[in-house]
């Protein structure tokens, strides 16, 4: 019962940064492409790299793990958004952009779990 509480504070926590990282970065670069969600999953990403590292490295609570690696980066990265808003861009004819949020969301986030990883084995 506790994880399940650590998983719904950290799903909390990662749907208001997810809210105001869009709200950001639409604000910031307009809607013409979906750089809130490209934002999300390439820190989520990050995230993740270093959570996994940090297991690999040292023993991580069930609880940390639940609070962050569910929670937080399970509200925080959304696939789900990430593939509405490329076939919203492929229906609506924009089949550059789609290739582009396609290519630069797997190679940046990719990437961001290797940068996570390397951050913290670099530290071991």
Not at 14 to 31: D, K, N, P
Not at 90 to 116: D, R, T
Request: charged letters at 5%; proline letters at 2%.
């Amino acid at each position: 019962m506790n994880n399940i509480l650590f998983v719904a504070l950290g799903g909390s926590i990662g749907a208001v940064f997810r809210y105001l990282l869009s709200i950001f970065m639409l604000q910031l670069f307009g809607s013409a492409f979906p750089f809130g969600t490209l934002l999300v999953n390439v820190i989520g990403s990050f995230l993740m790299g270093i959570i996994y590292a940090l297991g690999q490295v040292s023993q991580v609570s069930p609880e940390i793990k639940a609070l962050v690696g569910v929670g937080l980066l399970g509200a925080l990265t959304t696939f789900s958004t990430f593939s509405n808003e490329t076939l919203l861009l492929i229906q609506s004819g924009a089949w550059l952009k789609a290739f582009f949020n396609i290519a630069l969301n797997l190679c940046l986030c990719i990437f961001m779990v290797y940068l996570g990883q390397q951050l913290v084995f670099s530290r071991i």
